[in-house]
């Protein structure tokens, strides 16, 4: 069984910056994608960036965050992170880390979410 557990929400003034964390623990042979997705109170959950396992990692970003937001990753730590700058009071939601995770080799990836953590901005 694996979990996800972020870190690195709370509460910020509009421009202010904030650094989501999450990591991946339990049986865990290999982790390709990992993301980050945010979920407004009555809206749906909805991707903010990705970042594939592969070399440098590619990226994917939502275009409301794009410029001023970065995603990476420590594979060493099964560990990705979410850089947020000039944050703006639309950015307020739970954010939930996800990761396609492989327990064995040879085994099948499967989707993992974490619990969430809840980011708002404050103008």
């Known amino acids: 069984q694996v979990q996800l557990v972020e870190s690195g929400g709370g509460l910020v003034l509009a421009g202010g910056s904030l650094r989501l964390s999450c990591t991946a623990s339990g049986t865990i042979s290999s982790i390709d994608t990992m993301g980050w997705y945010s979920q407004a109170p009555g809206k749906q959950r909805e991707l903010v960036a990705t970042i594939t396992s592969g070399g440098s990692g590619s990226t994917k970003y939502a275009d409301s965050v794009k410029g001023r937001s970065t995603i990476s990753r420590d594979n060493a730590k099964n560990t990705v992170y979410l850089q947020m700058n000039s944050l703006k009071p639309e950015d307020t939601a739970v954010y939930y880390c996800?990761?396609?995770?492989?327990?064995?080799?040879?085994?099948?990836?499967?989707?993992?979410w974490g619990q969430g953590t809840q980011v708002t901005v404050s103008s």
């Open positions: 996800n990761a396609l995770v492989r327990g064995y080799v040879g085994g099948t990836y499967y989707s993992v």
